[in-house]
């Protein structure tokens, strides 16, 4: 059973930070592409940032609305990603949620996804 925790959320001023950070535990073999979403009330969830694996080039990717102020790293060793958030602004208040793509080898993989941490941005 594989599981993901994430923490580092939190109550935090326009223009403030945060440092979020998920782990993975459990029946891992390999880890591929990681991610985090959000999800704020009455809205749709989100694709905020993902990166991908070494051997698949270690690249990273944004939404528009964050790219320059939001900043995606993994380590590989500890099973983490993290997700560094500066100049918050209200609009970025949601549930934030990371993922893992579990790689079991022979191209067999399968996602997990973390039960979330509040981000609340006051104005």
């Known amino acids: 059973q594989v599981q993901l925790v994430e923490s580092g959320g939190g109550l935090v001023q326009a223009g403030g930070s945060l440092r979020l950070s998920c782990a993975a535990s459990?029946?891992?073999?390999?880890?591929?592409?990681m991610g985090w979403y959000r999800q704020a009330p009455g809205k749709q969830r989100e694709l905020v940032a993902a990166?991908?694996?070494?051997?698949?080039?270690?690249?990273?990717n944004y939404v528009d609305s964050v790219k320059g102020r939001f900043t995606i790293s993994r380590d590989n060793a500890k099973n983490t990603v993290y997700l560094q958030m500066n100049s918050l602004k209200f609009e970025d208040t949601a549930v934030y949620y990371c993922?893992?793509?579990?790689?079991?080898?022979?191209?067999?993989?399968?996602?997990?996804w973390g039960r979330g941490t509040q981000v609340t941005v006051s104005s």
């Open positions: 993922s893992a793509d579990i790689d079991y080898g022979l191209g067999y993989t399968l996602d997990y």
């Open positions: 990166i991908t694996s070494t051997t698949s080039g270690g690249s990273t």
């Open positions: 459990g029946s891992i073999f390999s880890i591929n592409a």
